[in-house]
């Protein structure tokens, strides 16, 4: 058939003419090497175009495969051509949906919606994802097809698109790692995330080690909440703090603990917007609740966020301390803040504070002197 890489007229009308499967596959490959390199004249460039759009065409699913390898690259591939081979079965279809750069977002979601989901991973595995793409393949892929494009570091994931991951496949361990893995977490996902994690992990406890359900879930609500803090110590924008809060809130994990362990640990803004969001009162108004001299404010304040009645003396000497202590008493900066903050409120109890049963204080020291042990694990708020 002569030189295959080199598109003729009389080639052309060899194609036309139909000859066996192996040398149109053997075409396909040499003409689409042809065009992806790009070193074809405008005349053979033509020709060359001509071709793959008849073997884009061919009865023969290997021909076509064949062709769709070849010109996976190319940016001289017609765009009819490409959707031709976009639109073919899978195997012939993925190479081009792959690499393919003459496809447009408009193109993929069109491939996305047609609910092949060998297509659709095929796009989650591009190098670059689209914002809008990657959201239509999150909502209509397999779990498969979201776990390859939340581990895809070229896919565009906001925060919308990867909630809406956790809410189709939170639960499933092979979404965690790539999600995990990403170079960037939104506060509130990374939270979502802890969470799931942790139910996994109190499940394996209870199953593993014989845990009573009720001892695993404080041992994975510990964890859960130092976690969490520690998010939060890696964020600035108090926008995202108020947002994580208020989510937490409506998923019940805005516990009394995680205020308590946030005022022990000197994060003060988390708590205060805790506080807040539970009481159902403006954020300036706990904020001045909280640094009322008379600690009147602060008390009614715990008492209307609804803190249990056991918890309120640590929770009201946890947020004294806090207020009290300044960065200037700690030659470690934010690390040793935390630990005076806490020493300060076991020698509160320690003293014996007004108004709490002994039996409370043996249980408020014990749960100080955990928040105490498990702190160095936490990374400390930033100063």
Same mark, same amino acid.
């Given at each position: ?6 598109? &003729? ?41 001509? *071709? ?14 064949? $062709? ?8 001289? +591939? ?24 003459? +496809? ?30 990657? /959201?239509? +393949? ?20 906001? @925060? ?17 790692? !790539? ?5 960037? $977490? !939104? *506060?509130?996902?990374? #939270? ?10 109190? #499940? ?42 208020? @989510? ?10 995680? $205020?308590?362990?946030?005022?022990? &640990? ?35 304040? *715990? ?22 202590? #300044? ?7 934010? @690390? ?21 049963? /002994?039996?409370?204080? /043996? %249980? ?6 955990? %928040?105490?042990? &498990?702190?160095? /694990? ?6």
């Amino acid at each position: 058939m002569g030189d295959i890489t080199k598109p &003729t007229e009389a080639l052309l009308a060899r194609l036309a003419a139909k000859p066996d499967k192996a040398a149109r596959t053997d075409v396909a490959a040499g003409i689409g090497r042809a065009l992806e390199v790009g070193t074809l004249s405008s005349s053979e460039r033509t020709i060359a175009q001509d *071709i793959v759009r008849h073997l884009a065409m061919d009865v023969e699913r290997q021909v076509r495969a064949s $062709l769709a390898k070849a010109v996976r690259a190319s940016a001289d +591939l017609p765009h009819d051509v490409a959707m031709a081979l976009a639109s073919d079965v899978a195997a012939v279809a993925a190479p081009i949906l792959t690499d393919s750069m003459v +496809l447009t977002d408009q193109d993929l979601l069109a491939i996305i919606e047609a609910g092949d989901s060998a297509k659709q991973l095929a796009v989650a595995e591009r190098a670059h994802v689209s914002e809008s793409v990657a /959201e239509a +393949l999150v909502e209509r892929g397999d779990e498969d097809v979201v776990v390859a494009v939340v581990a895809n570091p070229g896919a565009e994931l906001g @925060e919308p698109a990867l909630g809406r991951a956790l809410d189709r496949f939170g639960d499933s361990p092979r979404l965690h790692e !790539p999600m995990i893995g990403r170079s960037e $977490l !939104p *506060i509130n996902v990374a #939270e979502r995330l802890v969470s799931v994690v942790s139910e996994r992990l109190r #499940e394996e406890l209870v199953k593993r080690h014989e845990l009573s359900p009720d001892l695993a879930a404080d041992l994975v609500l510990d964890g859960r909440e130092r976690a969490t803090l520690a998010l939060i110590s890696d964020t600035e924008e108090p926008a995202q703090i108020a947002k994580l809060v208020a @989510e937490m809130n409506a998923h019940g994990r805005l516990t009394d603990s995680i $205020l308590v362990r946030a005022a022990c &640990t000197g994060d003060l803004s988390f708590m205060e917007l805790g506080l807040a969001v539970r009481a159902g009162v403006p954020i300036v108004n706990a904020q001045a609740l909280v640094h009322d001299v008379g600690r009147k404010g602060l008390a009614a304040l *715990i008492k209307r966020a609804g803190v249990a009645e056991r918890d309120r003396p640590v929770l009201r000497a946890a947020v004294i301390a806090a207020c009290e202590a #300044e960065l200037g008493d700690a030659p470690g900066g934010r @690390e040793r803040f935390a630990e005076i903050v806490i020493e300060r409120v076991l020698t509160t109890f320690d003293a014996g504070e007004a108004g709490v049963a /002994e039996e409370d204080a /043996e %249980y408020l020291i014990k749960k100080l002197s955990t %928040y105490s042990d &498990t702190r160095r /694990e936490t990374p400390s708020p930033r100063a």
